[in-house]
């Protein structure tokens, strides 16, 4: 227990009884949640949740909780929850349902599968998710298993361009995943002997206090900050953190490859690499040495927008950190050098021998190895069911299993033009899409009313739901769940406290209908049994580290939290190679400057810059029509993507979506602060309220992701006024980069003026009513 707590009060067992309440330790993750794992003591009293705190004694959050998880309380009892299954009885977006039994349901669901299976077979039903979390194995477990089918995706979001190209080019590069360490892997914590304090973390491409994405809580930045970390922040806006850092990058939206090649340059040309490091443990330095050669700093300050002088400054002082450590985020993925600008991002990482080292970058599985993934149970199909996945054929990194998951592009496409084969039927679980994933929301619209049969588990109706849905099914939340937190490190219980109607988990729901559908891979009888399963399925494809898990979930459950112990330098001890040998996961056994794999297929073996598809360099006509860089996605305290727009407490914080302007470029509009403005280029527009922002470049702005209305009419044409401020009207799809990864979500061109009574309009009905802008993708 850390020092200071009160015993009496914050206890270490996992439940206790507190005057009238129970008090249970737990992890709250979702639903609703992000993509942490805080720890929490929930109170409930009668069989209802009454109030819910952060767990001092949880290593990871140390007591800490976003305003989100405070606000917990209204977002559970919320009236507009959904309360029990719903059949369609109208027309499509018409919102009118019946209610159901769960057994009505789920013989809906068989029949309309068999019907496919035996018609069109089985690679004609889509499993889709959003962000995963809690069921990151769960949605493609029922997909691969259950509907027998090749085909889980990703919410028809374009390019996987969220951590997967991250994800497989760690991969391809190392063998595994890292992460920024600040001792969360640790027992003890920043009291660990063996942990050393970041000298200098470079932030690239995200803002961690407000996202806390990848299973990384921005607070340990803070901590670490106030330890002596010195920071490195590559954004196009002035964060809190940026504005506390010696060197802040103002890069240029979607130009992220080209300014790591030129900080691989400085680092190169000027001998600041960690040679012992690199000799011994990198593979293709000389080849990258004259890449990079390619990309000097004063011809990158001409594309990135960032001066020379910054970029080496920063070269410099990131290379002389002894540690350095790097933490990344979206706006790797999100342009169509995801793939070369993560591969860019991980050399410079291993040039500065950060790897696996305190307070670098850890060398990460799961704890215990267990099934974490869009995988999950993928196994089971054949290799002739597998090459049916759409977007298999994309590229070879798809053909060779660097993705899991099924090819958002290529799910689009399949279903508008029936080829390689129709789609029958999507289950969409946890996603919104045409509200947030789904780039050219529009687009996805139409093609959701088109697929025959849809399935839609989620916690309240969506504008998905209303639009496309034959059967909405309700979803308990993260306190109505028995479940386990396995994303990365460590292991931690979800423990079900109460009961909301007739509201069931999603493992719950899968597991029930899986048994309907194919019991003998659904073989346990109970949600808690096949989470046992989970935490030991290690033992399916056991690995050199870490160990498989033995134990039950009612033993994690008690005991809350579980890992084993943690190693540093795993590539000196022979536990990254399942053949014992010291050395990475990968061809050679080093870390791949020069990927060989990629060689192999034909793809470029070292790190490139490629400039967005649109913009002021690639297209300079186009770009005086739409002379503004337009930037997506960036995070909000209050919600986490389309969710919590229904909450009071949330929207009173933050009523409306909000566009960020450099005021000069507002002036030259008539645009002032609080203005109602247009956000249009050839795609389509959106509408939000401008927030004028001194620390933009002029050239930028800068716009909020994931708005709907819940207090509008959910019946089309109102269809909860999903489009009016979407800002993926204006992205693309089927712009990805050549492996297949990356899209412009964050990399885009615009133009922007004020809302009038005379130009105003409901977008939402321009594209339920209207069939959309027109617009034809070239």
């Known amino acids: 227990m850390p020092e200071g707590i009160n015993k009496d009060i914050y206890k270490d067992e996992w439940q206790w009884q507190e005057?009238?309440?129970?008090?249970?330790?737990?992890?709250?993750?979702?639903?609703?949640?992000?993509?942490?794992?805080?720890?929490?003591?929930?109170?409930?009293?009668?069989?209802?949740?009454?109030?819910?705190?952060?767990?001092?004694?949880?290593?990871?959050?140390?007591?800490r909780l976003c305003m989100r998880c405070l606000n917990m309380i209204e977002t559970v009892y919320h009236p507009d929850r959904l309360k029990w299954p719903l059949k369609r009885v109208g027309k499509r977006g018409e919102n009118k349902w019946e209610r159901i039994t769960w057994d009505e349901a789920y013989d809906m669901i068989v029949e309309n599968v068999r019907k496919f299976q035996k018609e069109n077979g089985p690679e004609s039903i889509v499993g889709l998710e959003g962000t995963g979390r809690n069921i990151v194995w769960i949605t493609p477990y029922l997909t691969y298993c259950g509907f027998g089918s090749p085909n889980f995706g990703l919410g028809f979001l374009s390019g996987d361009s969220c951590y997967l190209p991250r994800v497989s080019t760690t991969f391809a590069t190392c063998g595994d995943f890292n992460v920024v360490d600040c001792s969360q892997n640790l027992p003890d914590r920043y009291a660990d002997p063996e942990w050393k304090v970041p000298e200098v973390i470079m932030i690239w491409g995200?803002?961690?206090?407000?996202?806390?994405?990848?299973?990384?809580?921005?607070?340990?930045?803070?901590?670490?900050?106030?330890?002596?970390?010195?920071?490195?922040?590559?954004?196009?806006?002035?964060?809190?953190?940026?504005?506390?850092?010696?060197?802040?990058?103002?890069?240029?939206?979607?130009?992220?490859?080209?300014?790591?090649?030129?900080?691989?340059?400085?680092?190169?040309?000027?001998?600041?690499?960690?040679?012992?490091?690199?000799?011994?443990w990198t593979y293709g330095f000389d080849e990258l040495a004259e890449r990079a050669k390619q990309y000097p700093p004063d011809k990158v300050a001409e594309i990135s927008w960032v001066p020379k002088e910054q970029i080496i400054e920063a070269a410099r002082f990131f290379a002389k950190a002894n540690p350095g450590a790097l933490q990344w985020g979206l706006a790797v993925d999100q342009s169509v050098s995801g793939i070369p600008c993560a591969h860019a991002l991980t050399c410079i990482n291993a040039l500065c021998g950060n790897l696996d080292v305190p307070g670098g970058n850890m060398m990460v599985r799961c704890a215990y190895?267990?099934?974490?993934?869009?995988?999950?149970?993928?196994?089971?199909?054949?290799?002739?069911?597998?090459?049916?996945?759409?977007?298999?054929?994309?590229?070879?990194?798809?053909?060779?299993?660097?993705?899991?998951?099924?090819?958002?592009?290529?799910?689009?496409?399949?279903?508008?033009?029936?080829?390689?084969?129709?789609?029958?039927?999507?289950?969409?679980?946890?996603?919104?899409?045409?509200?947030?994933?789904?780039?050219?929301?529009?687009?996805?619209?139409?093609?959701?009313?088109?697929?025959?049969?849809?399935?839609?588990?989620?916690?309240?109706?969506?504008?998905?739901?209303?639009?496309?849905?034959?059967?909405?099914?309700?979803?308990?939340?993260?306190?109505?769940?028995?479940?386990?937190?396995?994303?990365?490190?460590?292991?931690?219980?979800?423990?079900?406290?109460?009961?909301?109607?007739?509201?069931?988990?999603?493992?719950?729901?899968?597991?029930?209908?899986?048994?309907?559908?194919?019991?003998?891979?659904?073989?346990?009888?109970?949600?808690?049994?096949?989470?046992?399963?989970?935490?030991?399925?290690?033992?399916?494809?056991?690995?050199?580290?870490?160990?498989?898990?033995?134990?039950?979930?009612?033993?994690?459950?008690?005991?809350?939290?579980?890992?084993?112990?943690?190693?540093?330098?795993?590539?000196?001890?022979?536990?990254?190679?399942?053949?014992?040998?010291?050395?990475f996961n990968t061809p050679t056994g080093k870390v791949e400057l020069f990927v060989t794999v990629f060689d192999g297929w034909g793809q470029d073996p070292l790190p490139y810059y490629e400039e967005p598809h649109e913009s002021p360099v690639t297209t300079p006509e186009l770009f005086k029509q739409y002379p503004l860089v337009l930037t997506t996605g960036q995070r909000q305290w209050e919600y986490f993507h389309s969710e919590q727009r229904q909450m009071p407490t949330m929207r009173e914080f933050k009523p409306d979506p909000i566009v960020e302007i450099h005021p000069e470029t507002a002036a030259a509009q008539g645009i002032q602060e609080g203005d109602w403005v247009w956000i249009e280029n050839m795609r389509g527009k959106c509408k939000q309220k401008a927030k004028l922002s001194h620390t933009l470049n002029p050239k930028v702005i800068r716009a909020e992701h994931g708005w709907w209305f819940p207090e509008k009419a959910g019946a089309e044409p109102s269809l909860f006024g999903v489009f009016d401020s979407n800002i993926n009207n204006l992205i693309p799809m089927m712009q990805h980069g050549p492996s297949g990864y990356g899209s412009p979500y964050k990399a885009q061109i615009c133009k922007i003026y004020k809302v009038t009574l005379e130009n105003d309009q409901s977008v939402t009905e321009t594209v339920t009513k209207m069939g959309g802008f027109g617009y034809v993708e070239k």
């Open 19 to 63: 005057g009238e309440y129970t008090v249970t330790r737990t992890a709250q993750w979702t639903g609703p949640g992000c993509h942490d794992s805080c720890g929490v003591l929930f109170y409930t009293k009668d069989g209802k949740l009454e109030k819910i705190e952060g767990d001092p004694n949880a290593p990871y959050n140390q007591g």
């Open 369 to 583: 190895n267990v099934a974490d993934s869009y995988g999950a149970g993928k196994w089971n199909l054949s290799e002739e069911m597998n090459r049916k996945q759409l977007g298999f054929d994309i590229s070879p990194m798809h053909q060779n299993h660097f993705s899991a998951s099924a090819h958002g592009d290529s799910i689009l496409r399949a279903i508008e033009t029936d080829r390689p084969y129709p789609v029958k039927m999507l289950w969409m679980q946890t996603t919104n899409p045409i509200a947030n994933m789904g780039a050219e929301a529009p687009r996805i619209y139409k093609a959701l009313k088109k697929v025959e049969f849809n399935v839609v588990v989620d916690l309240f109706m969506t504008p998905t739901a209303v639009a496309c849905a034959d059967l909405v099914l309700p979803a308990g939340m993260s306190c109505e769940r028995n479940s386990v937190r396995a994303w990365w490190w460590p292991l931690k219980s979800i423990s079900k406290v109460t009961q909301y109607e007739e509201c069931k988990s999603d493992e719950q729901i899968v597991l029930e209908l899986g048994k309907r559908l194919n019991p003998e891979l659904f073989p346990w009888e109970t949600d808690v049994d096949m989470m046992t399963w989970f935490i030991q399925s290690g033992k399916l494809f056991p690995v050199a580290w870490p160990p498989q898990a033995e134990f039950t979930f009612d033993d994690l459950k008690k005991n809350v939290i579980s890992a084993p112990k943690w190693e540093y330098k795993k590539y000196e001890k022979g536990l990254l190679r399942n053949d014992g040998e010291p050395g």
């Open 206 to 280: 995200n803002n961690p206090l407000v996202s806390n994405g990848d299973n990384f809580l921005g607070h340990w930045i803070v901590d670490v900050m106030k330890m002596g970390t010195k920071l490195i922040v590559v954004d196009p806006q002035l964060t809190w953190l940026a504005a506390r850092a010696d060197h802040w990058l103002q890069i240029r939206p979607g130009t992220d490859a080209a300014l790591a090649l030129a900080m691989i340059n400085v680092i190169i040309s000027e001998g600041l690499y960690d040679k012992k490091f690199v000799e011994e």
